[in-house]
């Protein structure tokens, strides 16, 4: 991570958790905007996240959700493509690795990651989930020359399509 405050901040310190507290996040437009720029978004219309926060025996856990509504460019023609994102947060923060490098976890499933020092910034981590729930690759309905559908492209890799031409 650079040494730039990140654009959706919201942090609490990690010596100051302890029982379980919800946390609920909304970036302002300012914050939507420069998370677009990062992103590479045409807008971000709406990012919320209902985050719980507390320490267990492991570290420090953070679960809950991310929501996110705005238009992303086609990969093919830049056309603006909705989309809508909902992505779980399940995250262990932990101050250091165990012996052999493994940390034994209940049947949940969470990501691991270390705890650096005493700040836990929320907006960053849940900035993060969104990206993660974001389609990589966005289509838009409106055909383009020269691009083929993946149900096309599927079609013409048939040892059958010479057959259809006729």
Do not use: W
């Amino acid at each position: 991570m650079s040494s730039a405050a990140p654009e959706f901040s919201h942090v609490v310190r990690a010596h100051e958790i302890g029982s379980p507290k919800q946390h609920m996040l909304e970036a302002d437009a300012g914050q939507r905007s420069a998370l677009a720029g990062r992103f590479t978004l045409l807008s971000l219309d709406r990012l919320t996240a209902s985050l719980e926060v507390k320490r267990d025996t492991n570290g420090i856990r953070i679960t809950g959700e991310v929501h996110g509504a705005g238009t992303q460019p086609c990969v093919a023609s830049a056309e603006p493509v909705p989309f809508l994102v909902t992505e779980r947060i399940a995250l262990l923060l932990t101050q250091a690795t165990p012996e052999g490098g493994e940390i034994e976890l209940s049947s949940a499933d969470l990501d691991v990651e270390p705890l650096e020092g005493d700040i836990v910034d929320l907006g960053e981590i849940a900035a993060q989930a969104f990206a993660l729930g974001l389609d990589p690759y966005p289509r838009s309905a409106v055909s383009v020359a020269g691009v083929i559908s993946e149900d096309e492209a599927v079609a013409l890799r048939s040892p059958f399509a010479v057959l259809k031409k006729s």
